[in-house]
């Protein structure tokens, strides 16, 4: 997988995210105005007002943000004082930097000093004036890097919205720790997560007083979800910050499709394969000689630019979305599943691998194509599943080879006792359509007859 900037604040954050089951962000965003002339006291009574509400809620934020306007009454000390009181709380600080190249490593350069642990910049000044802060955030022991790439208020619907997806691929090209996407909006995190991949940090602010629902941006895909106002303004700050950690919390670990979304990506994988003849009707005579009404050949879809885009596409939405599979590489099993697997490695920036089905007769006769290291968790990839025994091959090679395999993931599940192969070994199948949906999807799009329909799940039902 590609190293992301800032790994130990991103491990700071999960850290705080086990021990105090939350995945909220508070900004304190105070802004309370200091005029030139404001004496010491008044500065030192707002750094202690932004310290003690630090305090209340220490225990149910993954992290502290502190905006510019706060900064700006009491200065970048307030770093340090915070760090002294909550020493264990990350710090972000929410500058929106926007400048050129040197102006901006000047900014991340004070920043970093300061005890911000991570910085907040803006994707729209381009790589070269973002280089500025990532030299500093390597030079300052690796700080985070979160890029502003959408936001929640209503008019980044003018400009910024828009661009997203130029500067969600920026994003992966400047290898950042994380981006901004907007709570507010939780289809618009739905699609960044599936353009990032599942490396990258998503933090969705725009939740509570601006109107977006605690959760809902970590079930589209978000990791952490902003929350300001309505924890700092509450009567009790650290109990409002509590009811957020669960919220949240519980949003990510019930993460899954939604019956209607679940419906969608069905219909979505039976339309796409029967438009590119993957899969036809009639009377077919199987490898093993036994007789089907329908036939399946999904190596057919890399001929199809589009169409193999758009089941990438699916892939990732399901990896990023729903799924809750740890993974560190991606393999795939000949012939079709190395097709897919390359194309979803690429997506989400992971390492790919392949399985020959026989071991090289010269060099190194490895069956397990690729970098893999003992202990790496890899994700099975292949087109569809019928008995499971290619699967298992492939398992069997890379646990040999010092793997570990957990999960195997297809287009399609053939119903015919691949899953319950695969479990014995302590394997779970996933897929993105079973074929009774699937006949039932095209039934429903008029694509196949009911006479067909019925005839078709008949045989599914009993194939002997």
Known sequence: MVKLIGQTFIQELEKRVKAHH?????????????????????????????CHLATAVAPHVV????????????????????????????????????????TNAWIARHTFAAGFD???????????????????????????????????????????????????????????????????RPAHVRAIRNQIGTAPLILAPGVGAQGGKPGSAIAAGANYEIIGRSIYT????????????????????????????????????AVLLHSVGAIQFGDF????????????DLRVIPSFPMEFKALTDLFTQWITGYSKIQFTRIAGVP?????????????????????????????????????LEKGDQVLVIDDLITDGGSKLEAVEALREAGAKVTDVLVVVDREQGGAEQLKKEKITLHTLASISPIIKALEREKRLSAADAKRILAYIANPD
């Open 22 to 50: 939350t995945r909220v962000i508070h900004a304190l965003d105070l802004a309370n105005t200091l005029p030139p002339n404001a004496p010491d006291s008044k500065r030192k009574a707002l750094i202690e007002q932004a």
């Open 63 to 102: 992290a502290i943000k502190l905006n510019y306007p706060l900064v700006l009454a009491v200065g970048l000390e307030i770093a340090h004082q915070m760090k002294l009181i909550v020493p264990e709380i990350p710090l972000i600080a929410d500058f929106k930097v926007a400048d050129i190249d040197n």
């Open 118 to 184: 991570a910085i907040i910049v803006q994707g729209f000044i381009g790589s070269d004036a973002i280089q500025g802060v990532v030299q500093e955030a390597k030079k300052a022991d690796d700080r985070g890097i979160i890029l502003v790439v959408d936001m929640s208020h209503p008019g980044s619907a003018q400009f910024i919205h828009p661009e997203t997806p130029r500067l969600v691929d920026l994003a992966k090209q400047m290898q950042v720790t994380g981006v901004i996407a907007p709570g507010t």
């Open 234 to 269: 509450a009567k009790n700050p650290a109990m409002t910050a509590k009811e957020f950690a669960f919220q949240t919390f519980a949003a990510k670990s019930q993460l899954k499709p939604l019956p209607e979304e679940e419906a969608e990506l069905v219909r979505a994988v």
């Open 285 to 296: 005579t199987l490898a093993s000689g036994k007789k089907s009404p329908y036939y399946i």
């Open 335 to 371: 012939t079709a599943g190395i097709s897919f697997a390359t194309a979803l490695g690429n997506r989400l920036n992971m390492p790919v691998l392949y399985i020959r089905k026989h071991p090289k007769k010269y060099g190194r006769q490895k069956r397990v194509e690729g970098i």
